[in-house]
Protein backbone atom coordinates (compact mmCIF):
# COMPACT_ATOMS: atom_id res chain seq x y z
CA UNK A 1 0.00 0.00 0.00
CA UNK A 2 2.67 2.35 0.80
CA UNK A 3 4.86 1.69 -1.72
CA UNK A 4 1.96 2.27 -4.37
CA UNK A 5 1.43 5.64 -2.56
CA UNK A 6 4.74 6.40 -3.41
CA UNK A 7 4.58 5.70 -6.59
CA UNK A 8 1.36 7.30 -7.19
CA UNK A 9 2.68 10.85 -5.83
CA UNK A 10 6.16 10.10 -7.54
CA UNK A 11 3.94 10.01 -10.72
CA UNK A 12 1.64 12.59 -9.90
CA UNK A 13 5.00 14.42 -9.06
CA UNK A 14 6.51 13.63 -12.45
CA UNK A 15 3.10 15.23 -14.11
CA UNK A 16 3.38 18.33 -12.27
CA UNK A 17 7.08 18.46 -13.52
CA UNK A 18 5.67 18.03 -16.91
CA UNK A 19 3.34 21.09 -16.75
CA UNK A 20 5.69 23.45 -15.31
CA UNK A 21 8.18 21.94 -17.50
CA UNK A 22 6.04 22.96 -20.51
CA UNK A 23 5.00 26.09 -19.29
CA UNK A 24 8.57 27.12 -19.06
CA UNK A 25 9.46 26.23 -22.60
CA UNK A 26 5.82 28.51 -23.50
CA UNK A 27 7.23 31.05 -21.92
CA UNK A 28 9.85 31.15 -23.58
CA UNK A 29 8.34 30.84 -27.05
CA UNK A 30 6.17 33.98 -25.81
CA UNK A 31 8.88 36.38 -26.98
CA UNK A 32 8.22 35.25 -30.60
CA UNK A 33 5.11 37.75 -30.77
CA UNK A 34 5.62 39.97 -34.12
CA UNK A 35 6.18 43.05 -33.45
CA UNK A 36 3.33 45.28 -34.37
CA UNK A 37 2.07 48.73 -33.18
CA UNK A 38 -0.33 47.30 -30.74
CA UNK A 39 -1.58 43.91 -29.11
CA UNK A 40 -5.21 45.18 -28.55
CA UNK A 41 -7.84 47.27 -30.31
CA UNK A 42 -10.92 47.95 -29.17
CA UNK A 43 -12.87 48.67 -31.77
CA UNK A 44 -16.46 50.92 -32.98
CA UNK A 45 -17.51 51.34 -28.97
CA UNK A 46 -18.78 54.39 -27.48
CA UNK A 47 -15.56 55.61 -25.77
CA UNK A 48 -16.75 57.57 -22.25
CA UNK A 49 -12.98 58.87 -20.76
CA UNK A 50 -14.23 62.37 -18.63
CA UNK A 51 -11.02 63.33 -18.01
CA UNK A 52 -10.03 64.17 -21.42
CA UNK A 53 -13.38 65.05 -22.46
CA UNK A 54 -13.75 61.91 -25.13
CA UNK A 55 -17.64 61.20 -25.29
CA UNK A 56 -17.65 59.48 -28.75
CA UNK A 57 -17.52 56.36 -31.15
CA UNK A 58 -14.00 55.87 -31.29
CA UNK A 59 -11.26 52.54 -31.42
CA UNK A 60 -8.99 52.36 -28.40
CA UNK A 61 -5.55 50.60 -29.02
CA UNK A 62 -3.44 49.16 -26.21
CA UNK A 63 0.29 48.25 -26.26
CA UNK A 64 2.25 46.68 -23.28
CA UNK A 65 -0.40 47.90 -20.70
CA UNK A 66 -0.45 50.65 -21.33
CA UNK A 67 -3.24 52.87 -23.58
CA UNK A 68 -1.85 53.51 -26.80
CA UNK A 69 -4.56 54.92 -29.22
CA UNK A 70 -7.60 56.77 -29.05
CA UNK A 71 -9.09 57.74 -32.27
CA UNK A 72 -11.79 57.24 -34.48
CA UNK A 73 -10.21 54.57 -36.46
CA UNK A 74 -7.25 52.40 -35.73
CA UNK A 75 -6.42 49.77 -38.37
CA UNK A 76 -6.69 46.11 -37.15
CA UNK A 77 -3.52 44.97 -39.46
CA UNK A 78 -1.62 47.36 -36.58
CA UNK A 79 -2.58 45.01 -33.92
CA UNK A 80 -2.46 41.23 -32.45
CA UNK A 81 -6.39 40.82 -31.82
CA UNK A 82 -8.82 43.35 -32.59
CA UNK A 83 -12.43 43.12 -30.75
CA UNK A 84 -15.33 44.41 -31.97
CA UNK A 85 -17.61 46.54 -29.45
CA UNK A 86 -20.15 47.96 -31.84
CA UNK A 87 -23.00 49.11 -29.02
CA UNK A 88 -20.97 49.17 -26.36
CA UNK A 89 -19.60 52.03 -24.22
CA UNK A 90 -15.51 52.20 -23.58
CA UNK A 91 -14.87 53.70 -20.33
CA UNK A 92 -11.88 53.51 -18.07
CA UNK A 93 -11.88 50.79 -15.37
CA UNK A 94 -13.86 52.15 -12.71
CA UNK A 95 -12.81 52.58 -9.03
CA UNK A 96 -14.70 52.29 -5.77
CA UNK A 97 -13.64 54.33 -3.10
CA UNK A 98 -15.87 52.58 -0.26
CA UNK A 99 -15.26 48.79 -0.25
CA UNK A 100 -14.48 46.71 2.67
CA UNK A 101 -11.76 43.78 1.63
CA UNK A 102 -9.80 42.60 4.34
CA UNK A 103 -11.10 39.01 4.80
CA UNK A 104 -9.61 36.45 5.55
CA UNK A 105 -8.70 37.01 9.13
CA UNK A 106 -11.20 34.52 10.49
CA UNK A 107 -12.59 37.46 13.24
CA UNK A 108 -15.76 37.15 13.66
CA UNK A 109 -18.05 40.15 13.36
CA UNK A 110 -15.31 42.12 12.59
CA UNK A 111 -13.88 44.34 8.96
CA UNK A 112 -10.72 43.12 9.92
CA UNK A 113 -12.27 39.56 9.32
CA UNK A 114 -15.51 38.32 8.63
CA UNK A 115 -17.51 40.91 7.79
CA UNK A 116 -15.32 42.01 4.53
CA UNK A 117 -15.31 40.03 1.24
CA UNK A 118 -12.15 38.81 -1.06
CA UNK A 119 -12.19 41.70 -3.58
CA UNK A 120 -11.59 39.99 -6.96
CA UNK A 121 -14.74 37.99 -6.92
CA UNK A 122 -16.77 41.70 -6.44
CA UNK A 123 -14.81 43.98 -8.94
CA UNK A 124 -14.22 42.43 -12.38
CA UNK A 125 -17.26 41.18 -13.44
CA UNK A 126 -18.71 44.48 -12.63
CA UNK A 127 -15.71 46.73 -14.54
CA UNK A 128 -14.09 47.54 -11.60
CA UNK A 129 -10.50 47.74 -11.41
CA UNK A 130 -9.51 49.27 -8.37
CA UNK A 131 -10.92 49.69 -4.84
CA UNK A 132 -10.07 51.49 -2.16
CA UNK A 133 -10.50 49.56 1.34
CA UNK A 134 -12.22 52.30 3.81
CA UNK A 135 -10.39 51.51 7.11
CA UNK A 136 -11.15 48.06 7.84
CA UNK A 137 -7.46 48.31 8.92
CA UNK A 138 -5.36 51.06 10.84
CA UNK A 139 -1.58 51.81 11.40
CA UNK A 140 -1.44 48.27 13.63
CA UNK A 141 -2.77 45.74 11.41
CA UNK A 142 -2.23 47.26 8.31
CA UNK A 143 0.68 45.26 6.98
CA UNK A 144 -1.34 42.00 7.79
CA UNK A 145 -3.87 43.08 5.52
CA UNK A 146 -1.53 44.09 2.90
CA UNK A 147 0.41 40.88 2.56
CA UNK A 148 -3.24 38.65 3.25
CA UNK A 149 -5.08 40.93 0.75
CA UNK A 150 -3.32 43.68 -1.21
CA UNK A 151 -0.33 41.85 -2.82
CA UNK A 152 -2.45 38.71 -3.61
CA UNK A 153 -5.18 40.09 -5.20
CA UNK A 154 -5.40 40.64 -8.74
CA UNK A 155 -7.65 44.32 -8.17
CA UNK A 156 -5.38 46.72 -7.61
CA UNK A 157 -6.22 47.37 -3.84
CA UNK A 158 -5.48 50.68 -2.23
CA UNK A 159 -6.58 51.46 1.62
CA UNK A 160 -7.64 54.38 3.84
CA UNK A 161 -6.05 53.93 7.09
CA UNK A 162 -8.52 53.76 9.98
CA UNK A 163 -8.07 56.13 12.62
CA UNK A 164 -8.12 53.42 15.31
CA UNK A 165 -4.99 51.84 15.44
CA UNK A 166 -6.66 48.88 15.96
CA UNK A 167 -8.72 49.19 12.53
CA UNK A 168 -13.17 48.23 12.09
CA UNK A 169 -12.83 45.47 14.64
CA UNK A 170 -16.14 46.56 16.33
CA UNK A 171 -17.51 48.94 18.85
CA UNK A 172 -14.85 47.75 21.54
CA UNK A 173 -12.58 48.93 18.96
CA UNK A 174 -13.67 51.77 16.90
CA UNK A 175 -14.82 53.73 20.44
CA UNK A 176 -11.50 53.93 22.21
CA UNK A 177 -10.27 57.29 21.99
CA UNK A 178 -6.57 55.49 23.47
CA UNK A 179 -5.90 54.00 20.23
CA UNK A 180 -6.60 57.42 17.58
CA UNK A 181 -3.45 58.49 17.21
CA UNK A 182 -2.64 61.01 14.06
CA UNK A 183 1.17 60.58 14.74
CA UNK A 184 1.02 56.72 14.63
CA UNK A 185 -1.50 56.52 11.41
CA UNK A 186 0.37 59.29 9.47
CA UNK A 187 3.88 57.36 9.74
CA UNK A 188 2.25 54.30 8.44
CA UNK A 189 0.84 56.04 5.46
CA UNK A 190 3.98 57.34 4.99
CA UNK A 191 5.98 54.08 4.59
CA UNK A 192 3.29 52.83 2.31
CA UNK A 193 2.67 56.08 0.06
CA UNK A 194 1.36 53.78 -3.01
CA UNK A 195 -1.06 52.02 -1.24
CA UNK A 196 -2.40 54.52 1.23
CA UNK A 197 -4.45 57.09 -0.24
CA UNK A 198 -6.10 58.38 2.59
CA UNK A 199 -7.09 58.17 6.48
CA UNK A 200 -10.85 56.41 7.29
CA UNK A 201 -13.10 57.85 10.59
CA UNK A 202 -15.78 55.66 10.67
CA UNK A 203 -18.83 54.51 13.71
CA UNK A 204 -17.75 56.87 16.43
CA UNK A 205 -20.14 56.84 18.92
CA UNK A 206 -19.69 59.26 21.65
CA UNK A 207 -19.48 63.17 21.71
CA UNK A 208 -15.97 64.04 21.09
CA UNK A 209 -14.03 65.17 17.96
CA UNK A 210 -11.16 63.18 18.92
CA UNK A 211 -11.54 60.47 15.71
CA UNK A 212 -12.03 63.38 13.32
CA UNK A 213 -9.33 65.75 14.66
CA UNK A 214 -6.63 62.78 14.72
CA UNK A 215 -7.84 61.88 11.02
CA UNK A 216 -7.41 65.54 9.77
CA UNK A 217 -3.36 65.53 11.89
CA UNK A 218 -2.71 61.94 10.04
CA UNK A 219 -4.23 63.17 6.63
CA UNK A 220 -2.25 66.41 7.17
CA UNK A 221 0.79 64.88 7.70
CA UNK A 222 0.51 62.59 5.16
CA UNK A 223 -0.89 64.91 2.65
CA UNK A 224 -3.42 62.03 2.17
CA UNK A 225 -7.97 63.17 2.76
CA UNK A 226 -9.88 62.41 5.47
CA UNK A 227 -13.16 59.73 4.24
CA UNK A 228 -15.74 60.68 7.16
CA UNK A 229 -18.44 58.06 8.03
CA UNK A 230 -19.96 60.25 10.65
CA UNK A 231 -21.61 57.19 12.76
CA UNK A 232 -25.25 56.81 13.77
CA UNK A 233 -25.32 58.03 16.68
CA UNK A 234 -25.68 61.95 16.30
CA UNK A 235 -24.89 64.16 19.51
CA UNK A 236 -25.69 67.65 19.64
CA UNK A 237 -22.50 67.89 20.63
CA UNK A 238 -20.26 67.67 17.20
CA UNK A 239 -23.22 68.92 14.74
CA UNK A 240 -22.63 67.80 10.90
CA UNK A 241 -22.37 71.62 9.92
CA UNK A 242 -19.40 72.03 11.93
CA UNK A 243 -17.88 69.20 10.67
CA UNK A 244 -17.60 69.91 7.24
CA UNK A 245 -17.32 73.95 7.49
CA UNK A 246 -14.84 73.90 10.31
CA UNK A 247 -13.51 70.81 11.26
CA UNK A 248 -12.61 68.96 7.50
CA UNK A 249 -10.42 70.61 4.73
CA UNK A 250 -10.94 71.24 1.57
CA UNK A 251 -10.54 67.59 -0.23
CA UNK A 252 -11.70 65.30 2.39
CA UNK A 253 -14.67 62.94 1.81
CA UNK A 254 -18.07 62.55 3.02
CA UNK A 255 -19.02 59.06 2.68
CA UNK A 256 -22.79 58.15 3.09
CA UNK A 257 -24.40 61.46 1.71
CA UNK A 258 -27.77 60.10 1.31
CA UNK A 259 -28.07 58.20 4.52
CA UNK A 260 -30.39 60.45 6.84
CA UNK A 261 -29.01 59.30 9.96
CA UNK A 262 -26.75 62.69 10.09
CA UNK A 263 -28.89 65.84 8.59
CA UNK A 264 -27.79 65.30 5.47
CA UNK A 265 -31.59 66.55 4.20
CA UNK A 266 -33.13 70.25 5.19
CA UNK A 267 -36.14 69.45 6.82
CA UNK A 268 -38.04 71.64 5.44
CA UNK A 269 -37.22 71.98 1.72
CA UNK A 270 -35.91 68.35 1.54
CA UNK A 271 -32.91 69.77 -0.33
CA UNK A 272 -29.60 69.46 1.10
CA UNK A 273 -29.07 70.74 4.56
CA UNK A 274 -26.91 74.23 4.89
CA UNK A 275 -23.98 72.06 6.34
CA UNK A 276 -24.11 69.92 3.08
CA UNK A 277 -24.06 73.24 0.78
CA UNK A 278 -21.26 74.92 2.40
CA UNK A 279 -19.30 71.84 2.80
CA UNK A 280 -19.70 71.49 -1.30
CA UNK A 281 -18.30 75.10 -1.85
CA UNK A 282 -15.45 74.37 0.32
CA UNK A 283 -14.15 71.57 -1.37
CA UNK A 284 -15.73 68.78 0.48
CA UNK A 285 -16.57 65.85 -1.68
CA UNK A 286 -19.58 63.72 -1.64
CA UNK A 287 -19.47 60.26 -1.88
CA UNK A 288 -21.99 57.40 -2.03
CA UNK A 289 -21.10 54.84 -0.10
CA UNK A 290 -24.15 53.49 -0.04
CA UNK A 291 -23.86 49.88 1.85
CA UNK A 292 -26.15 48.14 4.05
CA UNK A 293 -27.99 51.05 5.79
CA UNK A 294 -26.89 54.23 4.52
CA UNK A 295 -28.89 55.36 1.03
CA UNK A 296 -32.62 56.26 1.29
CA UNK A 297 -34.59 57.24 -2.16
CA UNK A 298 -36.36 59.82 0.08
CA UNK A 299 -33.14 61.94 0.35
CA UNK A 300 -31.27 61.14 -2.77
CA UNK A 301 -34.18 62.01 -5.17
CA UNK A 302 -34.99 65.57 -4.04
CA UNK A 303 -31.07 66.39 -3.22
CA UNK A 304 -30.89 65.25 -6.42
CA UNK A 305 -33.15 67.34 -8.28
CA UNK A 306 -32.33 69.90 -6.25
CA UNK A 307 -29.04 69.46 -8.30
CA UNK A 308 -26.80 68.26 -5.00
CA UNK A 309 -25.46 64.97 -7.25
CA UNK A 310 -22.53 62.81 -5.62
CA UNK A 311 -18.82 63.64 -6.76
CA UNK A 312 -18.11 59.95 -6.39
CA UNK A 313 -20.01 56.68 -7.15
CA UNK A 314 -18.95 54.17 -4.13
CA UNK A 315 -20.60 51.11 -2.99
CA UNK A 316 -19.55 50.42 0.73
CA UNK A 317 -19.48 47.00 -0.35
CA UNK A 318 -19.06 44.39 2.44
CA UNK A 319 -21.32 41.29 3.45
CA UNK A 320 -24.40 43.12 4.44
CA UNK A 321 -24.65 45.27 1.09
CA UNK A 322 -23.53 42.58 -1.47
CA UNK A 323 -26.99 40.72 -2.00
CA UNK A 324 -28.97 43.73 -0.65
CA UNK A 325 -30.28 46.96 -1.90
CA UNK A 326 -26.30 48.11 -2.86
CA UNK A 327 -25.50 44.95 -4.81
CA UNK A 328 -22.26 45.96 -6.95
CA UNK A 329 -20.82 49.32 -8.20
CA UNK A 330 -23.09 49.24 -11.40
CA UNK A 331 -25.75 48.27 -9.47
CA UNK A 332 -25.23 51.71 -7.51
CA UNK A 333 -24.35 53.37 -11.28
CA UNK A 334 -27.84 52.42 -12.58
CA UNK A 335 -29.81 53.39 -9.61
CA UNK A 336 -28.38 56.59 -9.49
CA UNK A 337 -29.27 56.88 -13.18
CA UNK A 338 -32.57 56.00 -11.97
CA UNK A 339 -32.69 58.77 -9.88
CA UNK A 340 -31.80 61.24 -12.83
CA UNK A 341 -28.21 61.25 -13.09
CA UNK A 342 -26.48 60.92 -16.79
CA UNK A 343 -24.67 57.87 -18.04
CA UNK A 344 -21.79 60.50 -18.61
CA UNK A 345 -22.40 61.52 -15.41
CA UNK A 346 -22.10 58.33 -13.52
CA UNK A 347 -19.18 57.16 -15.38
CA UNK A 348 -17.36 60.30 -14.28
CA UNK A 349 -18.52 59.57 -10.96
CA UNK A 350 -16.79 55.96 -10.95
CA UNK A 351 -13.54 57.13 -13.04
CA UNK A 352 -12.09 60.59 -13.12
CA UNK A 353 -13.33 61.87 -9.90
CA UNK A 354 -12.79 59.34 -7.72
CA UNK A 355 -9.18 59.52 -8.96
CA UNK A 356 -8.53 62.83 -8.04
CA UNK A 357 -10.26 62.61 -4.46
CA UNK A 358 -7.93 59.91 -3.38
CA UNK A 359 -4.81 62.05 -5.36
CA UNK A 360 -4.68 59.13 -8.36
CA UNK A 361 -5.41 60.98 -10.81
CA UNK A 362 -3.14 58.93 -13.18
CA UNK A 363 -6.04 56.57 -12.70
CA UNK A 364 -9.42 56.96 -13.93
CA UNK A 365 -8.70 57.90 -17.50
CA UNK A 366 -7.72 56.55 -21.36
CA UNK A 367 -5.09 59.13 -22.09
CA UNK A 368 -1.98 57.81 -24.16
CA UNK A 369 0.20 56.29 -21.44
CA UNK A 370 -1.80 55.37 -18.88
CA UNK A 371 -2.37 52.10 -17.47
CA UNK A 372 -4.82 50.18 -19.76
CA UNK A 373 -7.67 49.37 -17.00
CA UNK A 374 -10.73 49.61 -19.50
CA UNK A 375 -14.25 48.81 -18.37
CA UNK A 376 -16.69 47.53 -21.64
CA UNK A 377 -20.53 48.32 -20.73
CA UNK A 378 -23.84 47.58 -21.43
CA UNK A 379 -26.54 50.20 -21.06
CA UNK A 380 -29.47 47.32 -20.88
CA UNK A 381 -33.08 48.85 -21.83
CA UNK A 382 -36.03 47.19 -19.42
CA UNK A 383 -37.94 47.22 -16.35
CA UNK A 384 -35.52 47.27 -13.58
CA UNK A 385 -36.27 48.12 -9.83
CA UNK A 386 -33.56 49.28 -7.98
CA UNK A 387 -33.96 49.21 -3.47
CA UNK A 388 -32.42 51.73 -1.16
CA UNK A 389 -32.32 50.84 3.19
CA UNK A 390 -35.56 50.74 3.77
CA UNK A 391 -36.42 48.13 1.16
CA UNK A 392 -38.00 51.11 -1.10
CA UNK A 393 -37.80 50.41 -4.53
CA UNK A 394 -37.56 53.06 -7.30
CA UNK A 395 -38.56 51.47 -11.19
CA UNK A 396 -35.82 52.18 -13.92
CA UNK A 397 -35.23 51.52 -17.84
CA UNK A 398 -31.79 51.42 -17.75
CA UNK A 399 -29.18 49.09 -16.53
CA UNK A 400 -25.28 48.87 -17.19
CA UNK A 401 -23.58 45.26 -16.94
CA UNK A 402 -20.09 44.96 -17.77
CA UNK A 403 -19.34 43.03 -21.43
CA UNK A 404 -15.04 42.99 -20.55
CA UNK A 405 -13.08 44.08 -18.10
CA UNK A 406 -9.15 44.79 -18.77
CA UNK A 407 -6.49 45.61 -15.72
CA UNK A 408 -2.86 46.17 -16.87
CA UNK A 409 -3.59 45.62 -20.58
CA UNK A 410 -4.92 42.54 -20.20
CA UNK A 411 -8.47 40.99 -20.53
CA UNK A 412 -9.46 39.88 -16.59
CA UNK A 413 -13.35 39.49 -17.62
CA UNK A 414 -15.25 38.23 -20.38
CA UNK A 415 -18.95 37.94 -19.89
CA UNK A 416 -19.55 36.62 -23.29
CA UNK A 417 -16.33 35.09 -24.37
CA UNK A 418 -16.35 38.01 -27.05
CA UNK A 419 -12.63 38.03 -27.12
CA UNK A 420 -12.65 33.81 -27.51
CA UNK A 421 -12.65 32.06 -31.15
CA UNK A 422 -15.34 29.80 -31.26
CA UNK A 423 -14.75 26.21 -30.13
CA UNK A 424 -14.46 24.59 -33.39
CA UNK A 425 -12.77 27.65 -35.18
CA UNK A 426 -9.52 26.95 -37.18
CA UNK A 427 -6.51 28.63 -35.24
CA UNK A 428 -6.47 32.24 -35.89
CA UNK A 429 -2.85 32.95 -36.78
CA UNK A 430 -2.31 35.58 -34.03
CA UNK A 431 -3.57 32.84 -31.17
CA UNK A 432 -0.28 32.28 -29.77
CA UNK A 433 -0.04 35.49 -28.48
CA UNK A 434 -2.98 35.56 -26.89
CA UNK A 435 -0.87 36.18 -23.99
CA UNK A 436 0.17 39.40 -25.09
CA UNK A 437 -4.14 40.81 -24.25
CA UNK A 438 -5.62 38.56 -22.01
CA UNK A 439 -5.01 36.51 -18.59
CA UNK A 440 -6.79 33.61 -19.59
CA UNK A 441 -3.48 32.55 -22.13
CA UNK A 442 -2.14 30.00 -22.76
CA UNK A 443 -4.75 28.41 -24.21
CA UNK A 444 -3.45 25.57 -26.62
CA UNK A 445 -5.38 25.61 -29.39
CA UNK A 446 -7.01 21.79 -29.89
CA UNK A 447 -8.02 20.82 -33.23
CA UNK A 448 -11.27 19.63 -33.15
CA UNK A 449 -12.32 15.77 -32.95
CA UNK A 450 -13.05 14.23 -36.37
CA UNK A 451 -16.61 13.26 -36.24
CA UNK A 452 -16.95 9.79 -34.82
CA UNK A 453 -20.26 8.64 -35.34
CA UNK A 454 -20.03 5.81 -33.79
CA UNK A 455 -20.01 7.81 -30.29
CA UNK A 456 -23.05 7.70 -27.73
ZN1 LIG B 1 -17.93 51.29 5.04
Given at each position: ??????????????????????????????????????????????????????????????????????????????????????????????????????????????????????????????????????????????????????????????????????????????????????????????????????????????????????????????????????????????PLYDLLTKKLRPGDIYTHMYSGLRNEQDPETKGPSKGMIEGRKRGIWFDTGTGGGS???SLAIPMIKDGFIPDSISTDLHIGSMNSATKDELNVASKMMATGLTLQQVVAEMTSH???????????????????????????????????????????????????????????????????????????????????????????????????????
Amino acid sequence: MIQSFYKRSAKSLACCCAVLSLAAASVHAYAQAPNLAYDLILQNGHVIDDKNHVDTVMDVAIKDGKIAKVAPHIASSDALKTIDVKGLYVTPGLIDIHVHVYAGTGERNSYAGDNSLPPDGFTFRVGVTTVVDAGCSGWRNFEDFKQRIIDRSKTRVLALLNIVGSGMRGDKYENNQQDMSGEETAKMALKYPDIVVGIKTAHYAGPEWTPVDQAVIAGTKANIPVMVDFGSNFPQSRPLYDLLTKKLRPGDIYTHMYSGLRNEQDPETKGPSKGMIEGRKRGIWFDTGTGGGSFKFSLAIPMIKDGFIPDSISTDLHIGSMNSATKDELNVASKMMATGLTLQQVVAEMTSHPAREIKREELGNLSVGSVADVAVLRLEDGHFGFTDMVNGRLDGTKKLTDEITIKDGKIVYDLNGMEASKWDAAPEPNDAYAYKWTSFAPRPHVKPEPSDNNRH
